[in-house]
């Protein structure tokens, strides 16, 4: 903990720490309430899904669902406000949007994949932005799909290796240029580093990069606008900002880079209500808060003449640890600006507020 | 032999006894006076002064002053009397002897007693410092913690404020679509194709009115709203799949920086284990680095035959062989070198021994074995031996049937046996 005299920084704040019986891989808060789910995976092989309510200074358990499989991710995004249903992917490879009033049999399922699903993303939902609800998968067998709830067993668009290629694992996927109905991309991120950029209007890969470090987590700064902004963060402590408002046909976007700290960034998430903010945890149980600044000039000419990306530069706000452990998830509040909920891998939810983001 | 000083003068009152003794032009410090209860030395070498009082004098408030060339004394009695002289008349020499080495005694223990005292003291002092540290430590903690508490509190409290905003505000939303229910059950149809025209106006205003609608809404109002909804949404997505290509990596870890330097060298390691199957050590010992290494004296061969060297080629071919004799390309590359050459039967052998280590037969190595079975029935057609030439030229054709040139030729030795068999 940083002590700061005048305490003009953003503090975080633990608020409340709730013990669980469970490996937690991913936590969500519920749209639109103060209730938050906890996903993982128990000591016997099974899945748990677990609902809970914050009551003052304490999570108050709302009810608990166990499923066959452990499940490692899940995600509202695709689902509208008044169903709120869930979408998870789990260590087998199947996707399941459940409603959690009646969670016995799943609104949707699929085997989308042969291995686990590391990562799921889902869009069009919440009445953010517009288009179809749509939701992707990334899964250790190397494939990226996207899958429309309207449409049984099959996916809209499969992102696979090539025939004879080896597979790399797909750790992270994130959607992103939602801003109208037809214009969406996937960005994936893979075990050997690569980040690629697939756009679904033209059913093709867009960009690739290769960031030296395997990808452990992509984000857009918002899903539903005109691409702005991409935040990979990777093994070895470093992450990067792309700038995704000017792509070179050889460069790329342009990017700067961050080493944080020694081990491995598991995380990243903007604040829903202030996209130049974003947050990162790590394998050391801490959290860094960033704040983004944009340069004077976003784009420049190169000596062609070719518009090229100027990436601007970060700064970082408030540094805490809460946790020997690596704290794999982290979820902002979309309804209340600075509450967040994290989980770390010594088997603890907290929920953490931050203050002071109104001054930023 | 020190020089006694004996030119003092002294006087006296009732508790004090002071005593002026000159120096002689001797510098005096703190350290030539010694002075016990009922002894006092003075001792600047060469110069001696001492007496033995006539009474006790308490000696850690007496003072000495030094300074204009003689030291002024003021010792306090210890008991208030008028002393008849300084020092003890009778004093004989063993009762002197016995006296100086008491006061001798004395003062060292008086030293003793002070350096504990002092000890005692510094020790209580820095106890009493690191306690009034700690508790200013404590106090700005206490303060910063106060301060996050308050902090915790107020946003507790907005938490709370807004949860019961929510509720109520879910209340008021249920209570207006009920009335909007009743409102409704009536111009249905109007409502339904207003609602429709509000929401093709793109943007959040449209959002806005779905939500409203459908917020807090019982099963009836659902469907009607669902209809709504799903006219508005466009089709899934046409079904298309994205070919991907990945950066290659040997290993299936995943990729760390700090691993590279280690992956490169293991990796570096494994070639050259690669590099040297068979090879004889005797001859190796006079080649050059390179000329080791089956695939640079495979590449430098390739180049030669380019030129038009065939010999040296051969020869490139011949030692990478020797080097490691499992890799097709090199005998396939050597037939090449036979056929034009005109060593028919080496070509053939060649490429038979390149076929052989092309299996199993796989859609990789389709390009080699097209090349080694054209190669071979060149051979064999040279050779005159066109039904074997034809049955290469087959082998080929059946692997990569779309190859013109191939079908060519292999309808031109059909022909050629034809003739050959009509004219026989």
Redesign the interface.
Known sequence: MS?VLG?ERP?V?S?VQQALSYTVFDCKWVP???RLMCLGSAARGTGIIQLYE?H??RLEVLREIEKPKPIKCGTFGAT???QRYLATGDFDGNLNIWNLEAPEIPVYSVKGHKEIINSIDGVGGL?IG?????IVTGSRD?TVK?W?P??KD?????????QG?????CWTVAFGNAYN??ERVVCAG?????I?L?D?KT???RWET?I???VCSVEFDRKDINMNKLVATS??GKFHVFDMRTQHQTKGFASVSEKAQKSTIWQVRHLPQNRDIFMTSGGSGSLHLWKYEYPAQRSKKDSEGSEMGVAGSLSLLQNVTLSTQPISSLDWSP??K??CVCGAFDQTVRVL?V?KLNKI | MPVWLREHSWRQSLTAVYLSLPLRGARATAANIFCSEQYLKVSIPPFLFEAVLYAPIDDTNSTAKIGNGNIFFTLYKKEPAIWDSLTLANADKEKLQHLRENAILEVQEKAKEETKAKKITKQENKKYALEATMKLEEAERKRIEDLKEKERQKVTKELELWKNQQKDGDKYKSIQAKEELHQEKEPLKERKNEKLNKTRIPNEGSSKTRLKSTRGCGGSCSIFSQDLKEEQLPAPRAAATIKVNFTPRVFPTALRESRVAEEEEWLHKQAEARRIINSDLSELEDLKEEEKNPDWLKDKGNKMFAMGDYLGAVNAYNLAVRLNNKLPLLYLNRAACHLKLRNLHKAIEDSSKALELLTPPVPDNENARVKAHVRRGTAFCQLELYTEGLQDYEAALKIDPKNKIIEKDAEKIRQLIQGTMQSS
């Not at chain 1, 099959?154 to 090539?162: D, F, G, S």
Request: proline residues 5%; glycine residues 10%.
């Open positions: 002590a305490l503090q704040v608020h639109r309430s103060a914050l003052g200074a509208s406000l008044q009445g517009e288009g179809a609800p749509e190397g996207v429309d309207r449409q099959t996916p809209v668009a499969n992102m696979e290796p090539v290629e080896s597979k790399r694992d109905q037809e893979y075990d050997n580093g690569d690629k697939f679904l059913m093709s890969l290769n030296k470090n395997g093994l070895e309804d209340k600075g509450l507020i203050t």
